[in-house]
């Protein structure tokens, strides 16, 4: 064979391609370095713009001062004795406006959890309405109209929204008065909550933890007083979790009970289910709002895909029969988690209602890696569009690498993570290279369907009417930038919503004691007075062979004294019974030893 010298055309392609090549390089460089400059230019007007808002509505408070003792006089109220003195006209619409706008104006100020005060008009809302002119406080994402939504994200920093959300319409024509708009983890896929335009909130009852995430400035408003009725969204927990962390109520209703019309929204390609929800100080309250709302014909005019299903109740007459379950099979909960389930079964046993053993058909790392898939069906594709070139903490940062990288690179990685890890850091991996083409998508669907029937037909042949389980695998706050992962105790948040399953926390009335960290002190090798930590007769240490129940010990160990809640979840579709149960809870925890209303 005979070797042939490449021509000079050769060369002049391979320079072609070679230039072509640089070319592209150096245009996506530049375009990249002027995209982040314009982003970077967006966050630094929008944090000045907040800064003097804030600054405007303190001097606007200052022009119309309240009393202290007036302020607490109003806020202090429940929110059933507020409502019949908006409605009797002993306190006027006005008065109670201003008094949660002092109050929630002082909880930001402890916390960071408001991302605008608002100057409502009362002109636009129906004060006779059953709302009667309540405040409320809602999620960034509740667009209104003449406001800007971002989620903690330059990419939506494009301009004030042009029309109102289907959800802020329909609370001015009940009567509501939406008055403040609080802040959200970036994208509103964490468990904390810290964004670089408005910073971190806390929690009001510790400032050194979170109130969770994402409806994370909801939580700490009303745990702090600051708002008495807000409105937030739960994809994976977001209204459950920061609820449970600030010791209130917070409700997650099967999906598209509450329309998510107009709001604000990432257009992402997923198979699970986002929901708006009321977080409350009390169950009562969360009933109200979903009464109002469920009954309100304009909800349903204004988004035909909203059910017209009005707020139906009749409460079976017999005792209650409730699952429960303290271990999803998989995470194993702290042990104050676990006593505060037993704790309320006890007492709802004592009202007369049955209580039932009751495991979930499947473990908890099977239902987690189910919701991770379903949540990232788009491979991670629509949120490294929104977030490559701004600026993402370093959880946020470690996710986007994975999405932003080749399949290829993907794939050894996984590799690489299944030779040398715990088989549980793999579900992640596993999760977002599941769905690569159209017969995979379709495999993840009819896998989906079949794990929701499953679940269901399960329910139905133990006959239950809800089930009680611990709020999340752990019991207290987390320190507010913690960078351990404990993803896995999320599971019992994410087994309702990849089941579309309504569900609520509720405080147990019960806070973390020395008896519930000792398991854990002795599982990390703590000591006192230079002796191993002395446990109860039958009290083993809390396991930490795996790497999410490890940082979970390490997290909850110093959490001595902080309240803990359960959860409750029912069937699709029975709303009403979830509510009824989580009052029944409620009523558990403050002692009351018979069945409640039937309303």
Known sequence: MVYKIPTPKFHKGLWVAGGLGLAYFVYQAVSSMLIRREWAKRRDRKRKENAAAKAQ???????????????????????????????????????????????????????????????????????????????????????????????????????????????????????????????????????????????????PLALDRSPGGSSSGEAALVGGGGSILGFGTDLGGSIRLPSAMCNIVGFKPTANRISQRKMLSFKRLMTTFSCCGPLARDVETCITAMQCIWNSQLHHDLDYMTPPVPYTFTPPDRPLRIGYFTYDGSFKAVPAAERAVLHIKSRLEAMGHKLIPWQPPYPGSECFEMFL???????????????????????????????????????????????????????????????????????????????????????????????????????????????????????????????????????????????????????????????PVKLAPGVTPYPIDRPWQKAAAELQVDTLGMPVGVQVAAAPWHDEMCLHVMREVERAARGVSQPGPTN
């Open 57 to 203: 509505f303190a001097e606007y408070l200052r022009q119309n001062p309240m009393k202290s003792t007036d302020v607490e006089a109003i806020v202090s109220k429940p929110f059933a004795e507020i409502l019949s003195s908006l409605k009797s006209g002993e306190i006027t619409p006005e008065k109670a406006l201003l008094a949660y706008q002092h109050k929630a104006f002082a909880v930001d100020q402890r916390c960071n959890c408001v991302v605008e005060f608002l100057y409502p008009d009362l002109k636009l809302v129906n004060l006779k309405g059953p709302f009667a002119g309540m405040p409320v406080s809602v999620k960034d994402n509740y667009k209104i109209k003449g406001h800007e939504s971002c989620a903690g994200m330059a990419y939506f920093l494009t301009g004030p929204a042009k029309e109102d959300s289907v959800i802020i319409s329909v609370l001015y024509s009940l009567g509501a008065v939406p008055f403040v708009r609080t802040n959200v983890p970036q994208s509103m896929l964490s468990v904390l909550s810290w964004n670089p335009i408005n910073g971190v909130t806390l929690n």
């Open 373 to 531: 898939t379903a949540l990232f069906v788009d491979g991670g594709a629509r949120l490294v569009e929104m977030l490559q070139y701004d600026e993402v903490e370093k959880s946020m940062f470690l996710g986007l690498k994975v999405f932003k990288s080749w399949r290829l690179t993907r794939r050894i990685k996984w590799i690489l993570a299944k030779l040398f890890t715990h088989p549980d850091n793999l579900i992640y991996m596993r999760a977002v290279n599941y769905v690569t083409d159209v017969p995979t998508l379709t495999q993840h669907i009819n896998a989906l369907e079949e794990f929701r029937y499953r679940w269901y037909d399960n329910w139905r042949e133990s006959n239950l009417d809800a089930v009680l389980c611990p709020a999340f695998g752990m019991a207290a706050p987390v320190p507010v930038r913690t960078t351990r992962s404990f993803a896995g105790m999320l599971t019992y948040l994410h087994l309702f919503n990849i089941t579309n399953m309504p569900a609520g926390s509720v405080p147990s009335g019960i806070c973390v004691t020395e008896a519930d960290l000792a398991p854990l002190r002795a599982s990390l090798g703590q000591k006192d007075d230079n002796k």
